[in-house]
């Protein structure tokens, strides 16, 4: 009885351990997260030369740069960083109007430097 007591002691333990991550509370955004979905979503654009799946996965990066517009970062740099995610997001929406509107040959250097302001950003607010 003591040894089955234990192993259910344990086994709700580790349970803890490997289970689903605990939500976050309603609005809270875990930036960590946020950034690594983005980095799949631009490693997905940068294997493609379709335009219509560059377009879907600028879409899914433009609902979680959103999302990460709303995180909290280090003290004292949080309107630096909301600023720095309004010039991407504006850069983002750029390249998503020139999809739309068909101009693809100007895709390339538009991609490059929204690739280049992730890439700036993400070093300076790495969480």
Partial sequence: MRFQAL???????????FGAPAPQPEGVVDLQ???K????E??????SDD????????AQIHQLSSD????????GEQ???????????VALETVQGTIAAGEFDDLEPLLA??????????????P
């Fill in 7 to 17: 192993l259910l002691t344990a086994a709700l333990g580790l349970g803890g351990c």
């Fill in 33 to 35: 997260q946020t950034m």
């Fill in 37 to 40: 979905a983005m980095g799949r």
């Fill in 42 to 47: 631009w490693k997905a654009i940068s294997q």
């Fill in 51 to 58: 335009p219509a799946i560059i377009a879907n996965h600028l």
């Fill in 68 to 75: 990460a517009s709303r995180a909290m970062v280090r003290k």
């Fill in 79 to 89: 309107a630096d960083y909301e600023d720095s995610m309004v010039k991407f997001q």
């Fill in 113 to 126: 430097d929204l690739d280049a302001l992730r890439k700036e950003y993400h070093k300076r607010f790495k």
